[in-house]
């Protein structure tokens, strides 16, 4: 157990529709790190929170954003939802972001 | 962030040691190398990481050679579960003003499968 929770463990959702992934990450850890990953593409850096603020940004969608509250918690906001976002979403924790990262177990989002 | 360069294979037999390799011959003064590995469709695990100097822990042993432009995770008894894909990562230290801040470019990795 990585001590990074998150939430929900499966998501069947439809086409358009509007999801929240949430995560909690190790106890004391500052940043934040969601990733996706699809059956054909390896893991996707989305996008980084340190402390509450937003600190890098990989390829994420517009349809996407994120936020990381002042408890330290992110939440994964996946909108106008595609066929094509089905995939693995991670999320991971690092006390510093010079510090190893833990990730979570995922959430396997399902758009049908 | 540096590339790094690793097979896309390997096999081991159970018990034995496993060395899998990774080049990084772009990798810069301020640069770790991490290992990560994936079991089948699970949260990435950490490894182990280094700057220069060989690490050890409960899971690995990390050797970077002295020009640090490649390395190797060493598993020294291998088993079945041990099964996954390897990732080595470069990942850059904090930078002033970049927008690097530590986040982990994942390649391909190594699938190593661990045979009885």
């Known amino acids: 157990d990585s001590g990074v929770t998150q939430t929900p463990k499966h998501l069947i959702t439809a086409t358009g529709q509007r999801v929240t992934l949430r995560c909690s990450p190790r106890?004391?850890?500052?940043?934040v790190y969601w990733y996706q990953q699809s059956l054909d593409q390896g893991l996707q850096f989305l996008i980084q929170y340190y402390n509450g603020e937003e600190r890098a940004k990989g390829n994420i969608l517009e349809r996407f954003s994120a936020q990381q509250f002042p408890d330290l918690h992110s939440e994964l906001n996946l909108s106008s939802l595609e066929l094509g976002d089905s995939a693995l979403y991670f999320c991971?924790?690092?006390?510093?972001?010079?510090?190893?990262?833990?990730f979570g177990q995922g959430t396997r989002l399902t758009v049908v | 962030d540096a590339k790094t360069t690793q097979p896309t294979s390997m096999d081991c037999a159970e018990g034995r040691a496993a060395n899998l390799p990774c080049n990084h011959s772009t990798i810069s003064g301020n640069e770790y190398v991490y290992w990560y590995r994936q079991i089948h469709s699970q949260g990435p695990q950490y490894i182990i990481h280094?700057?220069?100097n060989n690490e050890t822990n409960e899971m690995a042993s990390l050797i970077i050679t002295e020009d640090r432009k490649s390395s190797t995770l060493i598993l020294p008894h291998a088993t079945l579960r041990d099964t996954a894909v390897y990732y080595c990562i470069v990942r850059v230290a904090i930078t002033p003003g970049g927008t690097s801040y530590g986040k982990l470019t994942f390649g391909q990795g190594t699938i190593l499968t661990v045979h009885p």
């Open positions: 280094g700057l220069k």
């Open positions: 106890s004391g850890d500052l940043s």
């Open positions: 991971a924790s690092s006390f510093t972001v010079n510090t190893e990262a833990f």
